[in-house]
């Protein structure tokens, strides 16, 4: 397995060439996300060193309700006080996870729409929308880890 890098527009995009399990040569394109050949070098090193170590998930494939249960269960757990990580864990489990699972939305596709689709279906089932400060672990504490 190797990889390089191949910009597309502005973008750069990790080439991941691997091998299927017939031995046939597989390409993959992976967008780095990144404009600039130093940072996007480092994403490239990133996925290969987890496509080695088979525990890369292509982002297009990591349903946003996964991602929101291995974030609660395996990094929010370690990094806050349990009262805050059991909240946070009724309200995924009871709540948010019951909701996405139907519409197997890969984290990718997760969109400010959708949550707002959500925050609606919550207040429409007489749920109130979680405060301010309740509600930040959905939309900052997840995506800064």
């Known amino acids: 397995m190797d990889g390089s890098l191949q910009k597309k527009g502005d973008i750069y995009y990790a080439v991941i060439r691997t091998f299927d399990s017939n031995g046939k040569p597989k390409q993959k394109w992976v967008s780095t996300g990144k404009v600039k050949i130093k940072e996007a070098k480092i994403v490239l090193n990133d996925i ?14 990591l349903l946003f309700t996964d991602f929101l249960s291995d974030w609660v269960d ?36 997760l969109s400010s729409l959708l949550l707002q689709k959500y925050y609606q279906f919550e207040m429409e ?4 929308i ?16």
């Open 74 to 109: 395996n990094i929010a757990k370690n990094s806050i006080e349990k009262t805050t990580w059991e909240n946070y864990k009724l309200m995924i489990d009871v709540h948010i996870n019951p909701y996405f699972i139907g519409l197997a939305t890969p984290l990718q596709k």
């Open 130 to 145: 979680p405060t301010t400060r309740s509600s930040e672990f959905a939309s900052f504490s997840i995506f800064s880890s």
């Open 48 to 61: 290969l060193y987890n496509v080695e170590n088979e525990s890369y998930n292509e982002p297009n494939k």
């Open 125 to 128: 089932q007489g749920r109130p």
